[in-house]
């Protein structure tokens, strides 16, 4: 856990849900002091069509204005949903490809307009021309550990879509808990199959807060091997196109918990419950967040 990566992904997962379009200087700002704080890698946002998610609009001049002026030595990623956002996502110059298919029928067709197998199909071809273009890629499994719509989610039909990825060579996998339905037990179980498959992939987990296992769920990935863990900034986040939409575990809820324990103390705790409080007084309400509200406990404390 020590050398666990933290994959902010709340300018993209986090706002994505705001109705209130944020400034792209105030956004930028934020990044740039997630970055500053020692956070690994930064989901600067999604390229997709303006007029579907008018908080993404600016996220080629976002990507641009950081890649020319590059804060410490963080990675930038994209989530590309179609070959026109990848075209996008490499012109502005993102670091890191981020994409994925749905393992529930239902709400890939709802967010994509396509089947699984379909999606698949498409996601690992894009895939692969990005890496042509010399770009590292990560591709996800959504709806990995069950669905608003569908359920319980067959877990071979997830690993099926990882051997997808694995025959195609793609070999950083996430696996997303769109709908927050995902538990410990489960979650431990189907990392430790994918590593099963593959012990040398690099393992992703996105895991929603959704009915308060989110936590508990990312150390049971954790224990299952996976080496970067998705958080949001505050807590903020959700899919729009499941049925319970509701907010991933916060960046700074998880990075306070790794330094309980004596990990990941090179990251600037207070840097990012200063930019939790920030967000919390620019949106005027209360975000899901613990920490940024209770303060932390210090490492010398907790031993």
Not at 226 to 248: M, Q
């Amino acid at each position: 856990m020590a050398n666990v990566k933290i994959h902010e992904v709340g300018p993209r997962d986090g706002l994505q849900m705001e109705k209130q379009v944020v400034p792209l200087e105030v956004k930028e700002g934020w990044i740039r002091r997630v970055l500053d704080a020692g956070v690994d890698i930064v989901q600067v946002g999604s390229f997709v069509h303006p007029e579907k998610v008018p908080q993404m609009a600016d996220t080629d001049e976002l990507v641009r204005r950081l890649v020319a002026d590059r804060p410490g030595r963080g990675v930038l990623s994209g989530l590309v949903l179609n070959e026109r956002g990848l075209d996008r996502a490499l012109a502005c110059g993102v670091d890191l490809v981020c994409m994925g298919a749905s393992a529930s029928d239902t709400h890939s067709r709802k967010n994509t307009g396509m089947g699984t197998d379909e999606a698949t199909t498409r996601i690992v071809a894009m895939a692969q021309a990005a890496v042509a273009a010399g770009k590292p890629v990560q591709v996800s499994v959504q709806s990995a550990f069950g669905c608003g719509f569908e359920g319980a989610i067959p877990e071979e039909r997830v690993l099926g879509m990882v051997r997808a990825y694995l025959d195609a060579g793609l070999r950083s996998i996430s696996l997303a808990d769109t709908a927050g339905h995902s538990h410990p037990a489960q979650v431990e179980r189907l990392f430790g199959a994918i590593r099963g498959l593959d012990p040398a992939v690099e393992c992703t987990c996105h895991i929603h807060n959704t009915y308060g296992l989110g936590m508990a769920s990312i150390f049971a990935a954790l224990r299952a091997g996976v080496g970067v863990v998705e958080t949001s900034f505050g807590g903020l986040g959700g899919c729009p196109f499941t049925k319970v939409a509701a907010g991933n575990v916060a960046t700074e809820d998880f990075v306070h918990a790794l330094q309980r324990q004596g990990d990941r103390l090179d990251v600037h705790l207070e840097g990012l419950i200063d930019v939790a409080r920030d967000l919390a007084a620019h949106f005027g309400r209360e975000l899901p967040g613990f920490v940024y509200k209770s303060g932390p406990i210090s490492p010398k404390e907790s031993r």
